[in-house]
């Protein structure tokens, strides 16, 4: 496979690393502070300050032992939390709860990771050496607390660079600070979704200003025919990768463009195609500014396209290249990801607005409108098509792919007409599928199990097959204990979050009181967590209501339901179904067996994926790119209840989790549905709810335990982030840098 250079010792990364560490003190209260105080104090804002402490449980546990309540009030935001103290405050703290020495144990441990690299990065990243990918998205999934982020795209980039930086790939990432984020939700007495947005404190979060090579903090400029738009550029340091954003809140921008990038996926068209310039165009400028020459462009999705465009023009200015050659070269280094086969996922543009837009940047490329306009159309020549993103990202990159086997097939078949005169089997798109981040995901308390069980630097091994296979060695007593430990977790923070969110909506004491006891350990639980998009169908359980009101009170193998997601704000057909599931709590024959729990976020999804039993997902095929909730659920020995859609497609092989239907979709969506909601209440009668049930005398499901091991050994390694980036590596970065690798699918 990959015939890649080891790097030399000396590369850039293994020296580069103490600026990855954020200056200290930047917070610090008035009046006298003793040196040792400092020093802790110093070294707890240290570790807050890069947020690989976001997947490092021994400093998320110091973070929550310094205050479990203020912890949890704050959204396990430390820079919050740290700024309650003063350096004396924390100091006596500290000492009185013997903390001192996990402080500085935690601290060298950050200090360690961001001064080496990994022996994997040595051997597999080569030419990456001295010129890092760069890696663009509109949204960053990280943690909670840094809310730049709405859903599945988001967390997929924050997995991305988070491996990125595990194995050591040099990778710079771009993206916009939203200082509102994604809404926030919550129901109104009928069950209505309301949303709600609110100001980030920025001073709450681990980013300073980005300075360029003369120390300055970097400004860049973009300008439009109707005006120039200014951006500043925020520093976040995540492990050992630079995550960039840039914000137009900035003096200098008249009053609507300041708040260009408050909100993510906030307002019409305009608003859009201004947030993809200043994240494609400025994001490109701003690592130009920096003192930053990328070896390879990644294109997390269409949103970036324009980013391409401005490399270009940087070639033809710095190099005297014609647009032609610098085109080709660009498009040569630039690897471009396309996430959905939904329509309404791929930005469409008028020329009216690329125009006002791109305009300028278009008189410096020195090409004519119907040129530009072009590169977003299908067919160049057609003056009604309007301007596609995932047009410009296919035509302006030499390597893309689809996120699963199956989407992979399923992009070529949709952009076929791209390539006149090429079969389906010969559209040059290929697939990398998506995985997840595992030490983002994976519970600590099942991580001690894997601990004890496997090899002892299984950290740096987790895209490998071997390692996985000792779930097998565990103890199924032991692994079933875990298991329900985090079950039971789980229901407590349902009952928390469900008693708090009625007695904010001014429900009845008895309503609040009911829904401190809603929910039994000892019931199969089935999870649903997603985004409220009709195709996600999330009421196709319920599409027989006597069925499963027999289902869930069935006396003996009773079943119950957790539910949670955001609709965007135009879904109105989505807050219906939200509205659904969300009232069935007052009929009393659900009382009890179904919670929503509002505001779908990372969080939410951490407590939801380690602690059900079931993780359900029935989309209607093909329509699901890859999704990787499930994913997440594997690595806490939930099992997947699926369509075979998107990643499970290739993932399920009849002993590692249930399927729903065989794979097969009808043209009429009706017949579809009707078939799939018949094949899941099958499956969960015939099989998921007896394998769940069928107790051996210690009362352990021993055939489910062994479909769990299964799930873990088959499935975690090749659905980590770790092997999507090596895969990344291998065969998108390195060629498109100038390396020897094979092609996705070279064109
Ligand atoms: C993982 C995750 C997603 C994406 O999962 P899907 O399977 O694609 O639905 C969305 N939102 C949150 C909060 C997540 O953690």
Redesign the pocket.
């Known amino acids: 496979m990959a015939s890649a250079t080891p790097t030399s010792a000396n590369a850039p990364i293994a020296n580069a690393p103490i600026s990855t560490l954020a200056p200290v003190a930047s917070v610090r209260a008035p009046g006298k502070t003793s040196p040792r105080a400092e020093t802790l104090y110093d070294k707890c804002m240290a570790l807050a300050r890069n947020l690989s402490w976001t997947w490092s449980p021994e400093t998320i546990t110091l973070f929550q032992d310094l205050d479990p309540v203020r912890w949890r009030a704050l959204d396990h935001n430390p820079i919050a939390l740290l700024s309650e103290f003063t350096p004396e405050q924390l100091h006596t703290r500290a000492v009185e709860l013997v903390l001192q020495s996990r402080i500085h144990q935690a601290y060298r441990c950050l200090k360690e990771y961001l001064s080496t690299t990994t022996p994997w990065a040595k051997a597999n990243t080569g030419v990456l050496g001295s010129q890092p990918v760069a890696y663009f998205s509109l949204e960053f ?1 990280i943690h909670e607390s840094v809310p730049i982020y709405s ?2 795209l988001g ?1 997929l980039s924050g997995d991305h660079i988070k491996s990125a930086s595990g194995l050591g790939v040099p990778m710079v990432a771009v993206g916009l600070f939203y200082d509102q984020g994604y809404f926030k939700q919550h129901l109104d007495m009928d069950g209505y979704q309301q949303e709600a947005y609110f100001d980030t404190k920025v001073e709450n979060l681990p980013m300073e200003p980005a300075l360029g090579p003369d120390g300055e903090p970097v400004t860049v400029e973009i300008h439009t025919r109707s005006g120039r738009l200014l951006a500043k550029v925020w520093l976040m340091r995540v492990g050992r990768v630079k995550l960039y954003l840039l914000d137009c809140d900035v003096e200098g921008n008249n009053a609507e463009d300041r708040e260009l990038t408050s909100r993510l996926y906030g307002g019409d068209h305009r608003t859009r195609i201004r947030q993809e310039l200043v994240a494609g165009v400025g994001g490109v400028r701003a690592l130009e500014a920096l003192g930053i020459t990328p070896g390879a462009y990644h294109l997390n999705e269409g949103h970036l396209g324009f980013a391409t465009l401005e490399v270009v023009r940087q070639r033809m200015q710095n190099d005297g290249m014609s647009f032609d050659d610098a085109l080709e070269q660009v498009a040569g280094q630039t690897a471009f990801t396309t996430h959905t086969p939904v329509p309404a996922g791929h930005d469409r543009f008028s020329g009216e607005l690329i125009e006002e837009y791109l305009g300028p940047l278009r008189d410096e490329l020195g090409i004519s409108f119907d040129q530009l306009m072009g590169l977003g159309r299908v067919d160049p020549h057609n003056g009604q098509e309007t301007f596609c993103m995932t047009v410009l990202g296919l035509k302006l990159s030499r390597r893309a792919n689809g996120v699963s086997s199956l989407h992979g097939h399923v992009s070529r078949r949709m952009w076929t007409s791209l390539w006149p005169g090429r079969s389906t089997e010969e559209i040059p798109i290929g697939h990398i599928t998506n995985g ?1 981040h595992v030490r983002s995901w994976l519970a600590w308390q099942m991580q001690h199990r894997y601990d004890r069980h496997f090899p002892a630097n299984w950290y740096d091994r987790m895209g490998e097959s071997e390692v996985w296979q000792c779930i097998h060695d565990v103890d199924p007593g032991e692994l079933w204990e875990t298991h329900h430990a985090l079950k039971n977790l789980l229901l407590a923070f349902v009952r928390r979050c469900t008693s708090r969110d009625r007695r904010c909506r001014g429900e009845s004491e008895e309503a609040i009181e009911a829904a401190r006891h809603m929910l039994d350990p000892d019931i199969l639980t089935i999870g649903f ?3 409220f998009a009709t195709y996600k169908r999330a009421d196709l359980i319920l599409s027989d209501p006597d069925r499963f009101v027999s289902m869930l009170n069935d006396p003996d193998r009773p079943v119950q339901l957790i539910f949670a997601g955001k609709a965007h704000p135009a879904d109105e057909p989505g807050k219906q179904l939200i509205k659904k599931i969300a009232n069935l709590r007052h009929d009393p024959r659900f009382a009890g067996r179904v919670a929503f729990l509002e505001d ?3 969080n ?3 407590h939801m994926i380690q602690g059900v039993d079931v993780w359900l ?1 029935n989309p209607r095929r093909p329509l ?1 790119a ?5 994913q ?1 659920a594997v690595l806490n020995v939930a099992l997947n209840l699926s369509v075979l859609d998107g990643w499970w497609a290739e993932a399920y092989d009849g002993s590692n989790g249930f399927s729903i239907g065989k794979g097969s979709h009808h043209v009429d969506d009706a017949i579809t549905d009707a078939r799939d909601a018949a094949d899941l209440q099958r499956v969960l009668q015939e099989e998921v709810i007896p394998s769940y049930y069928d107790r051996d005398v210690d009362g352990l499901p021993q055939q489910w335990i062994k479909r769990m091991m299964n799930s873990i050994s088959s499935l975690a390694w090749r659905f980590s982030a770790h092997r999507m980036v090596a895969d990344y590596v291998r065969h998108a970065y390195i060629p498109a840098s100038g390396g020897l690798s094979c092609d996705m699918k070279s064109r």
């Open positions: 999934g859903g599945g967390i997840v967590g997603r985004r779908y976020d990372i939410v999804a951490r997902n699901e890859s999704g990787t909730s499930g997440k």
